[in-house]
């Protein structure tokens, strides 16, 4: 039979006027040009209209939504309830024309629409079916296919063509469910898939046993489980109506942002929300988006609950927020390749992923800019990339916070015009305005007045009549001024167009029950509780990849964090002598300042680098954490990458350290200064991270971080002794993240390590001062032994000759014989008189070598006190338990920063 028997015959005033055939499978009505059957003239009929669609018994007649209705034989059909067009059926759209449905045949099956057929009406009233060669069919109310499972053990669902039960969407995974005859029974499965499986809007876990009545939920896919063992598939891609029912939002004590708010918006409406400052414009926007739900009201999907059921509709909203939500640094493929990834099925295939950002791009008008940076976009340009990031994953709802706002006339009117094409394409958009010149591009226009009152919803033409004005900018001054907002409200209470507009299209609203209704009230998009998301594995991989790609697009800062540290190091070739551990030239008190600014200097680099990383994507974590961003993976991210600048910034410190002071070159201490180096710069890494995530904004960053670390210089113990700190200045001395690494560097170059293990200044100052010189003989570094056996910079400096020298001898004093003679007795007398010269002579030789052997032993044990007295508490430390409490603090603020993303989830 021919399969173009199945036609609508047109009637003009009752008389014949054409034959028009049903070539394809869907047709669409409607006064849109981007209709099949266009009645453009007709001001009774609708943007989109109804559709005429092939199903499996037939053709089927669909209302989607219309003003003033789609009528089937005299009836008026209720909105998105498919009927069955028999032969001789009356169809009635609009006023200019009349259609008899006609089809005598087997239906045909499927094919592409091919072209359109003109038709013209003679006369100023014509009605035309405009050729458009690129048409592609777009479903305004898909019929509803039935599955029998009936025969079937298993019954797979999901994006790959081999499944049973076939979900088009970007949305599902390839084998995304699975449904089972088990016992008798049929049990739906998840089959671990992306964006999960929901039932009656509960996200399923593991497994369901179906009941009758059961509404399966896969993406914009509803799958309704009968009696009688089949499944009722019905696809809500581009066919979502958005019903608020008495919204109120009251915050802090009893203030109300929204007063009562009642709207409803029909599939494929473009609406403009505007209106006065403290209207509650984005307010609205929020709790119609269900990211921050009314405290009252109701908000329905098609009828359904969204608060309830949010999270099973989460992937068919979009939401670009006012700040653009892409980096800046990538190119706009890249940007779109990575949001892909993040937002697409971990089962989507590289080629499906490069197919559909292409789409995008080519949707968008973005293929000719593909490679370029997108801070090198226009305004226009950059605003469409982000908007490209929420069409990856095909939203049949659409929110914009003030997208066209900062944007030039001929840009906004642009922005404004694709809206309406993406409107016009199958989305329900509603967009956040101060724009007025193009606002007659909506189909809609919402206008708030101050205290969150709604003064006016309609087409956007009409407000104009409605307020009495000749430009739309207009109305802002006279709702401001001549009536009060609560005024307003009541006013468009009573009018018309509230009747039309809201009550009149809710009288069809049919609203389901059904639904978890047990979520909170509380920020839905964020609380994750019982979101299903991809794998934090995947997620952390992805991410790291899209730091390094932003880090080396950013080649300016790239190349200065990897200088800093080689700059910083010909520092070190200038300002220490090379001498600085030498026992003759060492010098301890500098060897300490050293120690301790190459650890400063590696936490401030670490804080710098880090301090605006994560404050700078505030905007797109917030959008990215909505469709299911896990915090670890996010931060885990930023970790990763600073743990590589770690390792190469402690890397050069450690080789610049060598070449500017002769250091040990001992594996243990060139393995422990490294390690100490780079745990001290990642921990600074740490703080900037965690300075980021509690800033409010960009500018806060930096002066927090500073507060964060003049502490670390203060109280780290290398500027002030320990010994000064009160109370609080110890618990802050033990909380610095200075305090640790410092002191295991001390440690590791040894040189006061042989004071900490000398048992002589173990003892009190008292005890020691009353040390003899033959007590300290057993001291290590004390005594002459402070010269001959202590690891100690410098403290060969203080010797001198006298240290060598053994003592002198006193001469011996001359024995008178017994019996002396009397020549020995003038002898002896001589004998003691030279002797009493040489006693002379002794004393002064013993006096000189004495003051000077004491004097070289107490400036060595001075210049030792003096420095073991303020920092003897690093000369010998245990170097492991200093490494795991740094570790640990590190790993505190890490928990911090995850805390603080967290946080953020309510604010």
Not at 276 to 281: E, P, R, T, W
Request: glycine content about 8%.
């Amino acid at each position: 039979m021919s399969q173009n028997s199945a036609k609508l015959v047109i009637h003009k005033d009752g008389s014949f006027f054409q034959d028009l055939q049903l070539e394809a499978t869907i047709m669409t009505v409607g006064r849109a040009p981007d209709n099949v059957l266009c009645l453009s003239d007709d001001p009774t009929v609708s943007r989109h209209h109804a559709q005429i669609a092939l199903g499996n018994s037939g053709y089927l007649l669909t209302d989607v939504g219309s003003s003033d209705g789609t009528y089937l034989n005299d009836t008026r059909l209720q909105p998105f309830i498919p009927h069955t067009l028999k032969q001789g059926d009356r169809v009635g759209i609009g006023t200019l024309f009349q259609f008899e449905f006609q089809d005598q045949t087997v239906p045909p099956p499927v094919q592409k629409i091919t072209e359109r057929i003109p038709v013209a009406a003679q006369g100023p009233e014509k009605t035309t079916v405009m050729p458009f060669d690129s048409f592609q069919p777009q479903t305004s109310v898909p019929e509803s296919q039935s599955l029998n499972l009936r025969g079937r053990d298993n019954i797979n669902i999901g994006r790959d063509p081999i499944n049973e039960m076939v979900i088009d969407h970007p949305s599902a995974s390839r084998v995304h469910a699975q449904i089972k005859l088990e016992q008798g029974r049929y049990t739906l499965y998840d089959l671990n898939s992306t964006n999960g499986t929901f039932v009656n809007g509960e996200l399923v876990v593991g497994s369901h046993a179906l009941e009758v009545g059961d509404k399966i939920r896969i993406g914009p896919m509803q799958m309704v489980f009968n009696v009688d063992e089949t499944l009722i598939k019905t696809n809500d891609e581009g066919n979502m109506r958005l019903d608020a029912l008495n919204l109120q939002k009251v915050v802090g004590k009893g203030l109300n942002l929204l007063n009562d708010i009642s709207i409803s918006i029909q599939p494929r409406e473009f609406i403009a929300i505007a209106g006065v400052s403290g209207g509650g414009k984005s307010t609205l926007l929020d709790t119609l988006s269900g990211f921050r739900p009314a405290t009252s009201g109701n908000v329905y999907v098609n009828g359904i609950d969204l608060y309830k059921n949010f999270n099973a509709y989460r992937t068919e909203i979009g939401y670009v927020p006012q700040k653009d939500i892409v980096h800046m640094e990538l190119t706009v493929e890249d940007a779109l390749q990575f949001a892909a990834k993040l937002r697409m099925p971990a089962d989507t295939t590289k080629a499906e992923r490069h197919k559909r950002v292409g789409e995008v791009m080519s949707e968008l008008g973005l293929t000719h800019r593909r490679d370029v940076p997108i801070k090198s976009l226009s305004g226009g340009q950059l605003k469409r990339v982000s908007i490209g990031v929420e069409l990856l994953t095909k939203p049949s709802l659409f929110f914009l916070d003030e997208a066209t706002s900062g944007l030039d006339p001929g840009m906004e009117t642009e922005l404004m015009q694709l809206l309406r094409e993406l409107a016009d394409q199958g989305r329900t958009i509603l967009l956040i305005t101060h724009a007025t010149e193009n606002v007659m591009l909506c189909d809609q226009v919402v206008f708030m007045a101050r205290g969150g009152n709604l003064a006016f919803y309609g087409p956007p033409q009409d407000a104009l009549k409605y307020f009495g004005v000749q430009r739309f900018n207009e109305i802002y001054r006279k709702v401001e001024n001549e009536r009060s907002p609560e005024e307003w409200h009541a006013q468009y209470r009573q009018s018309p167009y509230f009747q039309k507009y809201v009550l009149g299209r809710q009288q069809t609203l049919q609203i389901e029950n059904k639904g978890s209704g047990n979520q909170k009230r509380s920020r839905l998009a964020q609380s994750g509780a019982t979101v299903k998301r991809a794998s934090g594995w995947r997620q952390f991989l992805v991410l790291s990849e899209r730091n390094l790609a932003i880090l080396s697009r950013d080649r300016i800062s790239l190349m200065l964090m990897l200088a800093v540290a080689p700059l910083l190091g010909l520092l070190d070739l200038s300002a220490w002598p090379r001498t600085l551990l030498d026992l003759t030239k060492g010098n301890p008190s500098l060897t300490i300042s050293m120690l301790f600014t190459s650890i400063l200097i590696a936490l401030m680099v670490g804080s710098v680098s880090t301090m605006r990383e994560i404050v700078k994507e505030m905007d797109i974590f917030k959008r990215e954490r909505m469709i299911g961003l896990h915090i670890i993976p996010y931060v885990s991210s930023k970790v990763w990458v600073a743990l590589l600048l770690s390792l190469y910034q402690g890397l050069i410190f450690v080789l610049f350290k060598n070449l500017a002071i002769t250091l040990p070159h001992t594996p243990y201490f060139l393995g422990g200064m490294f390690v100490t180096l780079v745990l001290a710069t990642l921990s600074g890494m740490m703080m900037g991270l965690l300075g980021s995530a509690i800033s409010p904004n960009q500018s806060v960053a930096p002066m927090l971080v500073l507060l964060l670390l003049i502490p670390q210089i203060l109280f780290g113990g290398g500027v002030l002794p320990i010994e000064t700190f009160g109370p609080p200045g110890k618990v802050l001395n033990n909380l610095s993240l200075t305090k640790w690494p410092f002191e295991i560097m001390v440690t590791l170059t040894e040189f006061g390590k042989d004071v900490a293990t000398d048992s002589c200044w173990a003892k009190p100052k008292e005890e020691r001062d009353k040390l003899t010189n033959d007590q300290k003989k057993d001291c290590k570094c004390m005594g002459v032994n402070v010269f001959k056996g202590c690891n100690f910079a410098g403290v060969l400096s203080f010797k001198n000759d006298a240290i060598d020298q053994p003592e002198p001898k006193q001469p011996p004093e001359p024995k008178l014989p017994s019996n002396p003679s009397f020549q020995e007795q003038l002898d002896h007398q001589q004998a003691f008189k030279d002797y009493q010269d040489k006693v002379k002579a002794y004393q002064e030789v013993y006096k000189d070598w004495n003051l000077n052997y004491n004097k070289a032993i107490s400036k060595a044990e001075g210049n030792i006190d003096g420095l073991s007295t303020k920092f003897s508490q690093a000369f010998n430390v245990d170097v492991k338990s200093h490494l795991f409490i740094l570790s640990t603090f590190i790993g505190a603020m890490l928990l911090l920063t995850i805390a603080a993303q967290k946080v953020k989830d309510f604010i």
